[in-house]
T-cell receptor
Framework: GAGVSQSPRYKVAKRGQDVALRCDPI?????LFWYQQALGQGPEFLTY????????KSGLPSDRFFAERPEGSVSTLKIQRTQQEDSAVYLC?????????????FGDGTRLSIL | DAKTTQPNSMESNEEEPVHLPCNHS???????IHWYRQLPSQGPEYVIH?????VNNRMASLAIAEDRKSSTLILHRATLRDAAVYYC??????????WGAGTKLIIKP
């Protein structure tokens, strides 16, 4: 079956531009997570959705970062006025139910490079 | 959140068993131990998780110490495709996964 799909796989933007990263979770999955992964490090939590509700955005690094999941399925992570320190791989994960110990299923990420 | 400690890297020969250690001395009674792995240029992949008892699945086994302050992920017969970064993570009631730097596993043919 289809896994978590992220697009684009690679994104290059100039400093100051806005970018939008898309995540298609596994169909029917209630929980959706965004992570940021710097080179050589483990992923860092950004935000969590349960259906369309954004229950936790404590990991978003600044108010330039915004995420939405308006219909409880596809999610978009938007970064405004990008900075060089935003360069990273952005990972999306989903899981079938709400907060639990179920495994998270990850996409292959979007590699964002800010010039 | 309780933290985990893993070696930065390990090497193993192909077709031999691999034991990946993880220390978590501050684990609480309700924390589950999760393992994920990440192959180059891919997203993390769930491997296994457990609470107190040892666990087995098609990918690996998880051996948990009696005091739960350490655990070991066991790959019974490593292949070149098992070369990846392996992350040991404690997960309590919070849905967040707090990731360390993991162990880079190198498999020698």
């Amino acid at each position: 079956g289809a896994g978590v799909s992220q697009s684009p796989r690679y994104k290059v933007a100039k400093r100051g531009q806005d970018v939008a990263l898309r995540c298609d979770p596994i169909s029917g999955h209630v929980s959706l997570f965004w992570y940021q992964q710097a080179l050589g490090q483990g992923p860092e939590f950004l935000t969590y959705f349960q259906n369309e509700a954004q229950l936790d955005k404590s990991g978003l690094p600044s108010d330039r970062f915004f995420a939405e999941r308006p219909e409880g399925s596809v999610s978009t992570l938007k970064i405004q006025r990008t900075q060089q320190e935003d360069s990273a791989v952005y990972l999306c994960a989903s899981s079938p139910r709400g907060p639990s110990n179920q495994p998270q299923h990850f996409g292959d990420g979007t590699r964002l490079s800010i010039l | 959140d309780a933290k985990t400690t893993q070696p930065n890297s390990m090497e193993s020969n192909e077709e031999e068993p691999v034991h990946l250690p993880c220390n978590h001395s501050t684990i609480s009674g309700t924390d589950y131990i999760h393992w994920y792995r990440q192959l180059p240029s891919q997203g993390p992949e769930y491997v296994i998780h457990g609470l107190t008892s040892n666990v087995n699945n098609r990918m690996a086994s998880l051996a948990i110490a009696e005091d739960r302050k350490s655990s070991t992920l066991i790959l019974h017969r490593a292949t070149l495709r098992d070369a990846a970064v392996y992350y040991c993570i404690l997960r309590g009631s919070n849905y967040q996964l707090i990731w360390g730097a993991g162990t880079k596993l190198i498999i020698k043919p």
